[in-house]
């Protein structure tokens, strides 16, 4: 059964780094790519970037200089970090996983609520 | 970026057949998907690749086009049905979502 469930802290300050960690299950990180995809409140959906079955990374230029996605395939983890938040970044981050060589997403997490606030 | 533009709401009642549509400021080939997102829930993915049914999506939901224009139909209707659907490309770089129709059953 193919889980992702997100972890992370619900409050950061503004100008600080944000760490979230994605979990999953039921598939291996090496056979898919797993992405980030984060939605403000009330508004659409943005994606961040994602990291490829084979490790490689790509990231949305908007977001490229603040943003690094990695993972710990023996953990079956992948990690965001995203400096110098600001309010506009407060927004429900989700994790997702790719139908392979599609760029479909065929499974999200539950998504973990973000608030950038002093 | 590619733009994807969706009309922002529509309303049916249940029964009828509804189609939403989606329109790529350049072209996706066929890499246009559909999804379904009821508030307080994760997106779900209904349609890949532009007319491919997801796992566990019923044959209700149909999917159409290619280039630049995609139509997601829902056929027939149900009360179930009311959420936001939103299409996503995913040829070009960055993938990009639209803004995503809200669908309400009368």
């Known amino acids: 059964q193919v889980q992702l469930k997100e972890s992370g802290p619900g409050l950061v300050q503004p100008s600080q780094t944000l760490s979230l960690t994605c979990t999953v299950s039921?598939?291996?990180?090496?056979?898919?790519?797993v992405s980030w995809v984060r939605q403000p409140p009330g508004k659409g959906l943005e994606w961040m970037g994602a990291i490829w079955s084979g490790g490689s990374t790509d990231y949305n230029s908007a977001l490229k200089s603040r943003l690094s996605i990695s993972r710990d395939t023996s953990k079956s983890q992948v990690f965001l970090k995203m400096n110098s938040l600001q309010t506009e970044d407060t927004a429900i981050y989700f994790c997702?996983?790719?139908?392979?060589?599609?760029?479909?997403?065929?499974?999200w997490g539950q998504g973990v609520m973000v608030t950038v606030s002093s | 970026d590619t733009v994807l533009t969706q009309s922002p709401a529509l309303a049916v009642s249940p029964g009828e057949r509804v189609s939403i549509s989606c329109r790529a400021s350049e072209g996706v080939n066929s890499y246009m998907h559909w999804y379904q997102q009821k508030p307080g829930q994760q997106p779900k993915l209904l349609i890949y690749?532009?007319?491919n049914l997801a796992s566990g999506v019923p044959a209700r939901f149909s999917g159409s086009g290619s280039g630049t224009d995609f139509t997601l139909t829902i056929d027939p209707v149900e009360a179930d049905d009311t959420a936001t659907y939103f299409c996503?490309?995913?040829?070009?770089?960055?993938?990009?979502f639209g803004s995503g129709t809200k669908l309400e059953i009368k």
């Open positions: 039921g598939f291996s990180l090496t056979s898919n790519s």
């Open positions: 996503q490309q995913s040829w070009n770089d960055p993938f990009t």
């Open positions: 690749k532009a007319s």
């Open positions: 997702t996983r790719a139908i392979t060589m599609m760029g479909a997403f065929d499974y």
